[in-house]
């Protein structure tokens, strides 16, 4: 039995029924959106925030999952509940996603949520990184990453399933698929995503290597659109969010729509055969040993 409290005009759920709203239908504990009195509406989970301003239609959804944004299986289900709600929501016409960490955007998906976990953990999770993918990269609302920080793998392809990329201009800060650092292989439509942005031959050499880019080499392969100071990250995303919906939305949307649905039809057609693919990848003891080596290489990386 869910445990419901009611707080002013909010609303917060807690347990597995479905309450309230659709967005608690994967079982987790989540908040469901409090109305403030102005054109503010804010969300707060416990690893997504929200704020939507219904008076310019655009939404900002912050991570914040200490200390480095990975993608857990709950960070995952909360991400992809907040951009269904305002995907529905009528007076959200974009979506800009930044970090709420400092000097991070997200470390990628959790290492942990693939390393010495059941063939049925590693299935759940997979598809909640399916899940994700698809909702962005046929995102119907117009997206901008607002990249404050570093962006590895699943970080990165978070980036890039947005339509336009900002990041800060802070030559620490690096961002590309480094799966093969890793021991582990990005899937067809993590390279499909890098294809469709940079071009087959830069994927070819960027996925093979593992590389990752300063934001200045980013820039020049188009891997993101826009280099500003660190500091006006969020608002020149604004800027741009403001420019784009002056767009007619339902044009934008299908000018999108035709560029993005093949490759988003690729994975709907194997997606089963892909989480097979994963489990029996990411089962494999020297698969297991590449992860737990890296693991113990970031910890060790700090004494
Ligand atoms: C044939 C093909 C078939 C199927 C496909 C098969 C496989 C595809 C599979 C997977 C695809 C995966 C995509 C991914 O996203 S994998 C994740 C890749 N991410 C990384 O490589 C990033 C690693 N992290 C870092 O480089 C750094 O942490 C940093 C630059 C992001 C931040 O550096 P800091 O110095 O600020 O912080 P740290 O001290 O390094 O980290 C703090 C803390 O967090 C832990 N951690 C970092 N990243 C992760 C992560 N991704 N997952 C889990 N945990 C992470 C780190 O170990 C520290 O932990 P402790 O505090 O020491 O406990």
């Not at 996603?97 to 049925?120: R, V």
């Not at 899937?187 to 593992?210: C, I, Y």
């Not at 826009?226 to 741009?240: D, I």
Request: a positive charge.
């Amino acid at each position: 039995m869910a445990a419901v409290l009611r707080r002013g005009a909010s609303f917060i759920c807690l347990g597995s029924s479905q309450l309230l709203s659709g967005g608690c239908k994967h079982g987790r504990t989540c908040i469901l959106p409090f109305f403030s009195s102005n054109n503010r509406n804010s969300s707060s989970s416990s690893k997504i925030k929200v704020d939507l301003d219904s008076s310019t239609g655009i939404a900002v959804v912050k991570f914040q999952n200490p200390p480095v944004n990975s993608m857990s299986l709950d960070f995952l289900t909360e991400f992809v509940i907040s951009l269904e709600k305002l995907e529905l929501d009528k007076s959200c016409r974009g979506v800009i996603l930044t970090s709420a960490q400092p000097k991070i955007f997200s470390a990628g998906l959790d290492i942990l949520e693939m390393y010495g976990k059941s063939p049925e953990h590693y299935a759940e999770f997979w598809k909640s990184v399916q899940d994700i993918w698809l909702k962005m990269y046929g995102y119907r609302k117009m997206t901008i990453a607002a990249i404050n920080g570093f962006s590895p793998a699943g970080g990165c392809l978070v980036a890039l399933s947005c339509d336009y990329r900002i990041m800060a201009d802070n030559p620490r800060y690096r961002i590309g698929l480094n799966e093969t650092q890793l021991g582990i292989v990005a899937p067809f439509w993590f390279k499909d995503t890098m294809v469709n942005t940079v071009g087959h031959r830069t994927a070819e050499l960027s996925l093979q290597f593992g590389l990752m880019y300063s934001p200045s080499d980013a820039l020049k392969i188009g891997l993101v659109d826009q280099l500003v100071p660190e500091e006006n990250v969020l608002g020149t995303a604004t800027e741009t969010m403001t420019k784009w919906l002056a767009i007619p939305d339902h044009a934008r949307e299908i000018s999108k729509s035709m560029l993005r649905k093949p490759t988003v039809d690729r994975l709907l057609a194997s997606r089963d055969a892909d989480t097979k693919n994963f489990v029996n990848f990411v089962s494999r003891d020297s698969i297991q040993k590449s992860l737990g080596l890296y693991l113990t290489m970031l910890k060790e990386r700090k004494e």
